[in-house]
T-cell receptor, first 112, second 115 residues
């Protein structure tokens, strides 16, 4: 089956850089996704990595190392509005299913 | 067009009652997912529909939970004989046909409180 591990909480100050790590165990790999969820809101898609390396989207970047079963989300120039929960996710590759399995989430608190 | 719509947004019910939660996916999205999220917790997979394939029900926690989907449109999640531990936010998401990079679009969820 699939399982993902990520830190439960991270705290950083405004303007700083923060990295949220995710390690996964999966019977078949089909890419690592990241989602953001503000308190009381719906999760929203941030990024997706299928291949090793860094994907950059504005202030956010996501990295993947398939050999290490590891990825991270990098947030630069932190803003107060970045305070939210961040989830990594992998898709189940077993036959007849394509469900997306999420980690438990990392709560990021950005302080002034 | 419109995003994923869920109703009701809030539901308070008495223990032992049945509840029905509704999800209207984005038009053209053949994949539909239900997740449960308890307060401060992650997203717990419940069920996945993909087109006309048999749904993946492997996440349903008990036989009190069931879900249906009409074609590639509306889905309903039914919880029978509700228990207090069923209190949570139930999130629905839809996506384009399963592909490596088909992001999920989530609704705002139904907050269920069982008293």
């Amino acid at each position: 089956g699939q399982s993902l591990e990520q830190p439960s909480e991270v705290t950083a100050v405004e303007g700083a850089i923060v990295q949220i790590n995710c390690t996964y165990q999966t019977s078949g790999f089909y890419g690592l996704s990241w989602y953001q969820q503000h308190d009381g809101g719906a999760p929203t898609f941030l990024s997706y990595n299928a291949l090793d390396g860094l994907e950059e989207t504005g202030r956010f970047s996501s990295f993947l190392s398939r050999s290490d079963s590891y990825g991270y989300l990098l947030l630069q120039e932190l803003q107060m509005k970045d305070s939210a929960s961040y989830f990594c996710a992998v898709r189940d590759r077993r036959r007849n299913t394509g469900k997306l399995i999420f980690g438990q989430g990392t709560t990021l608190q950005v302080k002034p | 067009g419109a995003g994923v719509s869920q109703s009701p947004s809030n539901k308070v019910t008495e223990k032992g009652k049945d509840v029905e939660l509704r999800c209207d996916p984005i038009s053209g999205h053949t994949a539909l997912y239900w997740y449960r999220q308890r307060l401060g917790q992650g997203l717990e997979f419940l069920i996945y529909f993909q087109g006309n394939s048999a749904p993946d029900k492997s996440g349903l926690p008990s036989d009190r939970f069931s879900a249906e989907r009409t074609g590639e449109s509306v889905s309903t999640l039914t919880i029978q004989r509700t228990q207090q531990e069923d209190s949570a936010v139930y999130l629905c998401a839809s996506s384009l046909p399963q592909g490596a990079n088909s992001p999920l679009h989530f609704g705002n969820g139904t907050r269920l409180t069982v008293t």
